[in-house]
Nanobody, 123 residues
Framework: QVQLMESGGDSVQAGGSLRLSCEAS????????MGWFRQAPGKGREAVAL???????QYADDVKGRFTISEGDAKNSLYLQMNSLKPEDTAMYYC?????????????????WGQGTQVTVAS
């Protein structure tokens, strides 16, 4: 059974940092693409960052220079280091994965999702 589990969400002050973790289990192979999405209250889900099996990364414009996505220590795991957090970063953060050839910041490409971890940034 495929499962993605996020952790690391918390409440922090603006300017602070958090590191989110995601572990994907149940896959008999290494995933080709894993990423982070977020959804703020009253808004749609948006892409944050992704990493492919070649360790190429992509970021949404509003997190470039502040967030860093990286592979985790275990197979099919990843981190999201978030620095210089802003109140507008407040959202539920979701880990997602797929094994398609194309790895882009497109929600429709991702078919496996975690339950999410809450990040709250106070001003």
């Amino acid at each position: 059974q495929v499962q993605l589990m996020e952790s690391g969400g918390d409440s922090v002050q603006a300017g602070g940092s958090l590191r989110l973790s995601c572990e994907a289990s149940g896959y008999p192979y290494s995933l080709s693409c894993m990423g982070w999405f977020r959804q703020a209250p009253g808004k749609g889900r948006e892409a944050v960052a992704l990493i492919n099996k070649n360790i190429d990364t992509q970021y949404a414009d509003d997190v470039k220079g502040r967030f860093t996505i990286s592979e985790g220590d275990a197979k099919n795991s990843l981190y999201l280091q978030m620095n210089s957090l802003k109140p507008e970063d407040t959202a539920m953060y979701y880990c997602a994965a797929h094994d398609k050839a194309v790895c882009q910041l497109r929600e429709d490409l991702f078919n496996d999702w975690g339950q999410g971890t809450q990040v709250t940034v106070a001003s």
